[in-house]
């Protein structure tokens, strides 16, 4: 369904700092998360653990991210999704502090299963927000809040890697993020949208369906899987792949996750565009087509630069298609959007952990690049199974009030 231009409204300046504010909020989501990230190796260091207990530490931050995301759904529609956004990022602006204090294993793991819960929670929180502000613009504007995410990711990397070089332990810089990441929430919060039951009328009419998990949501949490897990498989294996394959240094092999990351990250600016004009199934529909010849060229290349830009294709044909359908999920009119939004993007975090897992294992079997096959199965799998988000309900957009 796309957008007719006539149809658009002219946003109220309160709507555009609430815009802004929820754009602040996705980025500085990236920022920590990013700041956590880079110091892994550090934090690894400090506590003292193997490579495989980090590894079953990592998994107790994916389960208090689960956790957070189906607690804090049924929250967003109760109370509101700004109040969870301010609990939820003060949170995870707090939790940060933790690994960076960690002195054991008992520790760590106490302070990830937070780390995970705070980030879970706001995942979910923002996104409702998001989906409201989007029904209030009454065009499509979700793709950039994740490409400020991505955006406040690259940044948090950065200043990540500067505070390492300069020998600064993970304590100090994981504490300045966390000063940051508070008054960051407390400024952006500010201006978000207040709770209204935007879905009360269709809650009456199809209470049958409130908090049951509905096949249309099924249907969408296993796209959202799909497409998270081959994301999930460029993040953690893309650098291996081309190390591996090509036969290049550490360095340059790098530049392949770098390709991914730049493309997802630009795209998704212009998605929203493109979404406006076509409507989200081609979007999705030709986005993972595009990944899936990103993918191929991948898989037969044998030449750096071609192999490079197989990974930056793969990258900008996915930048739409999460966005796509996260609103698609907040726009169902079930009464429950912070519910079913928990859903989807809890089975697409579970897809976004399983892919990187399944490649390991699979790579008992085959080479690297050929376990590529499977990213390469699951975006065409998306691609025809693109209509899942198009979107007939009337309260896809609502008039702005």
């Known amino acids: 369904m796309s957008v007719n231009p006539t149809d658009r409204v002219v946003p109220t300046s309160a ?10 909020i996705f980025g500085i989501n990236g920022f920590l998360l990013a700041m ?38 049924p929250l967003a529609d109760r109370y509101g999704s700004r109040r969870m956004v301010i609990l939820a990022g003060s949170g995870l ?24 819960f705070a980030n879970g929670a706001l995942d979910v929180s923002m996104n409702s927000q998001a989906v409201e502000a989007e029904q209030l613009y009454r065009r499509p504007i979700m793709a950039a809040f994740h490409g400020m995410f991505s955006v ?12 390492l070089a300069l020998d600064l332990p993970p304590y100090v810089t994981l504490s300045i993020a966390s000063a940051i990441g508070l008054l960051a929430v407390w400024l952006c919060s500010r201006p978000l949208l207040p709770h209204v039951d935007v879905h009360a009328e269709t809650a009456s009419t199809t209470g049958k369906t409130h908090g049951r998990f509905s096949a249309r949501v099924l249907a969408l949490g296993t796209l959202a899987f799909v497409l998270m897990l081959a994301e999930g498989v460029a993040n953690d294996w893309s650098a ?10 550490n360095a340059v092999a790098a530049l392949s996750f770098g390709a991914f990351s730049a493309m997802m990250t630009v795209c998704r600016f212009t998605a929203d565009r493109i979404s406006a004009a076509v409507g989200p199934v081609a979007v999705v529909r030709y986005g993972a087509l595009l990944s899936s010849i990103g993918m191929l060229t991948v898989v037969v290349s044998g030449w750096l630069p071609l192999t ?9 044909g996915l930048s739409g298609c999460i966005p796509q359908i996260f609103t698609t ?20 975090y579970i897809g976004f952990l399983a892919g990187p ?26 691609a025809a199974c693109a209509g899942v988000v198009r979107r007939d309900s009337p309260t896809a957009y609502r008039p702005h009030s």
């Open 308 to 316: 490079l830009l197989g990974w930056a294709l793969f990258g900008a």
């Open 15 to 24: 709507l555009v700092r609430a815009r802004a504010g929820i754009f602040g």
């Open 357 to 382: 897992a399944t490649i390991g294992w699979v790579t008992t079997l085959v080479p690297l690049t050929t376990a590529m096959l499977i990213p390469f199965a699951c975006v065409l799998v998306a």
């Open 240 to 249: 291996l792949q081309v190390k591996e394959d090509l036969g290049v240094s």
């Open 93 to 116: 602006a707090f939790a940060t502090l933790g690994p960076g204090f960690a002195t054991n294993t008992w520790q760590l793991g106490a302070a990830l299963v937070v780390f995970g």
């Open 152 to 163: 406040g990711g690259v940044l948090g990397s950065v200043i990540g890697f500067g505070t």
């Open 329 to 348: 999920a907040g726009n169902l009119g079930s009464g429950s959007a912070g519910t079913n939004m928990s859903r989807v993007v809890g089975m697409g």
């Open 36 to 73: 956590w990230v880079v110091h892994i190796p550090s934090i690894e260091h400090r506590v003292g653990i193997s490579h495989s207990t980090l590894g079953s530490l990592l998994l107790l931050l994916a389960v208090g991210a689960i956790a957070g995301m189906q607690l804090s759904g």
